[in-house]
């Protein structure tokens, strides 16, 4: 049993590498500016994106919720704001015919739209944790299923906004962790998959910028009434110390640039690490050798020291390619 589950992933990751060329007939939709979908616009990251890709000559729809925050957005140039709760599925299919009606076709969709639960998980409730997968996981699935056409027709690109909690986990940090790892596993598989429509994927994993998300997520604790007392005080007391703390991290310019890239350059990167320090940076990396050693010390199957350096060489010439 398990070797046959060891053959079916392995076949998997072959299949990544061996996707076969285009079968979608390119559809130039106009010669106007290049669409691009902004999901989560309002504030933070997704309204930096917004505003960078709009002032670079893309015309942004620019996904909101709030009718004070679509007012907002319709006031940038290049921009019109567009009614969007990536869990509500009438919105997400209204959305797709105001983009289809427009006539300009969609080159590019940016699912940034997320929230962040911090919770022990054996005390949080069930609907709390559907409600962190919904946004974070859900939404982006859906939203990009409903565009799919559109995408394929204009050879286009989806960017997705990960996180270095897509690497990283630890205590209270569960339920955003899960859900950024599963953005993960999504953008990986996804990107194999569009390769044939010639559709790029790339996800950018920001690190900590200064944004709404700390803010929301302690006013949800508190609408819930959530106190720090019991097993988990120290632990809750620092995340929401963090919470407050990103509000005084730098802004998320460089988020918007690395999305700029992923929509822009002829070859984009899967992955972009965007983080404000080199701190950020090895953390992300430490982890990641944290489980490779994990993997291989002590295991029925391991590899000696020189062969994980020659896999770690092999990957980043492949990489760099
Ligand atoms: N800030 C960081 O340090 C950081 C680090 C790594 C990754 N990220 C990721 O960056 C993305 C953007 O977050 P942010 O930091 O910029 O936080 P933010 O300022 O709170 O922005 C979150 C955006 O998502 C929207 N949103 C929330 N729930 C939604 C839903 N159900 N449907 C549609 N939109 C929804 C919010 O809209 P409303 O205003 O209507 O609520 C807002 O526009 C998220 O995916 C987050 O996980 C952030």
Same mark, same amino acid.
């Given at each position: 049993m398990r070797n046959r589950a060891a053959v079916w992933v392995v076949a998997a990751m072959v299949a990544v590498g061996s996707i076969p060329g285009g079968t979608v007939a390119s559809a130039q939709? #106009?010669?106007?500016p290049r669409a691009v979908l902004v999901t989560?616009? +309002? +504030? @933070?990251i997704g309204r930096k994106i917004t505003e960078v890709l709009a002032a670079r000559g893309y015309f942004v729809y620019a996904g909101a919720r709030k009718a004070q925050d679509m007012e907002a957005l319709n006031r940038i140039k290049n921009v019109q704001a567009i009614r969007l709760d990536v869990t509500v599925p009438s919105e997400i299919e209204a959305a797709v015919t105001t983009v289809e009606k427009a006539g300009? @076709?969609?080159y590019g969709l940016v699912n940034n739209a997320g929230v962040a639960v911090i919770m022990p998980l054996i005390e949080i409730d069930e609907d709390d944790l559907k409600f962190q997968l919904d946004v974070n996981v859900f939404g982006p699935y859906r939203v990009t299923k409903a565009f799919s056409k559109l995408l394929i027709a204009s050879k286009g690109r989806i960017v997705t906004t990960g996180s270095l909690s897509g690497f990283v986990s630890g205590s209270m940090s569960g339920p955003y962790s899960m859900s950024k790892h599963a953005v993960e596993a999504f953008v990986d598989a996804l990107a194999a998959e569009m390769a044939r429509f010639d559709v790029k994927v790339s996800v950018l994993e920001p @690190? #900590? $910028?200064? /944004?709404e998300i700390g803010k929301s997520l302690l006013a949800r604790m508190e609408a819930k009434g959530? /106190?720090?007392?019991?097993? $988990?005080e120290q632990d809750m007391r620092r995340i929401a110390d963090f919470a407050k703390g990103i509000s005084r991290d730098a802004e998320p310019d460089d988020v918007a640039e690395a999305a700029f890239a992923a929509l822009s350059d002829p070859h984009p990167k899967l992955r972009y690490l965007v983080v404000p320090n080199q701190g950020q940076a090895d953390l992300t990396l430490r982890k990641l050798f944290q489980t490779v050693a994990e993997l291989n010390l002590g295991q029925k199957y391991s590899v000696s020291r020189d062969s994980l350096v020659a896999m770690l060489d092999k990957a980043l010439a492949e990489t760099g390619r």
């Open positions: 939709v #106009n010669d106007g989560g616009a +309002s +504030s @933070g300009r @076709g969609l @690190g #900590n $910028y200064q /944004t959530r /106190t720090f007392e019991g097993p $988990y």
